[in-house]
């Protein structure tokens, strides 16, 4: 069972989703015995975002594993820099590096086929012009998102997607936690939503432990949440 040393596992929702999406990985963390928080995060930009994820992760006692989806893995980038933080893990995630942006690092291969079926909307700014969100097309979703999660449940994954503020993509990252902090990262080989290239050379890069999963989609929290989870609880004991 945890103890006091045991670090709490902050699980970092990426775009187009929410912290439902870890509910799998919850529950094989919970039977395990290790203590879990799965926040929202903003979708609103990177540097505030992260900003949230670091004040979640400063306000707990004792350490913390910081766990990053997809987006999540550039807000766990800049987060894990805090005092408490004492391992990162890339889950299907953007593994950044100080002063890149999401589209650089994307920008080094080839595009996947998210790029081309992403929907543009606006969202009110106070005291300014409306900003651009992104969300991915509803009938492009279940291929791009989640090849391998039931048809019935990607309806609804598509239908309850958050979007993301198209300026996130643009957004340089302030630091680069994995230079100070030990990363595991797991690579989606089948993912249609962050080249699996990427997912690679950013994990490989900030020196993870790397875990591949062949056939795995982007939303491989939701379809593998047992070897999602067995990565995670790695990390919790090696930083123990």
């Known amino acids: 069972m945890a103890t006091s040393s045991t670090p709490t596992v902050v699980l970092v929702h990426g775009a187009f989703a929410d912290a439902s999406s870890w509910t799998g990985v919850i529950a094989e963390l919970q039977n395990h015995g290790i203590p879990v928080v799965a926040p929202p995060n903003p979708l609103r930009g ?32 800049v987060a894990g820099t805090t005092e408490n933080v004492v391992g990162l893990v890339y889950v299907a995630a953007y593994a950044t590096e100080e002063g ?57 994954l598509a239908l309850a997607q958050r979007p993301l503020a198209a300026a996130a993509f643009t957004e340089t990252a302030s630091a680069a936690a994995w230079k100070t902090k030990p990363s595991w990262a797991l690579v989606a080989a089948a993912d249609q939503a962050i080249n699996p290239e990427v997912q690679r050379f950013g994990a490989k890069r900030a020196g993870a432990e790397i875990v591949e999963l062949e056939g795995a989609s982007h939303a ?9 989870a067995d990565l995670i609880r790695e990390a919790v004991r090696a930083t123990s």
């Open 100 to 156: 890149e942006s999401l589209g650089e690092l994307q920008g080094r291969f080839p595009l996947s086929p998210l790029v081309s079926n992403l929907k543009e909307a606006t969202y009110p700014v106070e005291g300014a012009e409306p900003a651009v969100e992104v969300t991915i097309k509803a009938e492009a979703f279940p291929d791009i998102f989640a090849a391998d999660v039931p048809a019935p449940v990607t309806k609804v």
């Open 220 to 228: 491989v929290a939701v379809s593998r949440p047992k070897e999602v």
């Open 46 to 77: 990177l540097a505030s975002d992260a900003a949230y994820i670091a004040s979640v992760a400063a306000q707990i006692d004792g350490p913390v594993v910081l766990v990053g989806h997809s987006y999540g893995g550039a807000l766990i980038s």
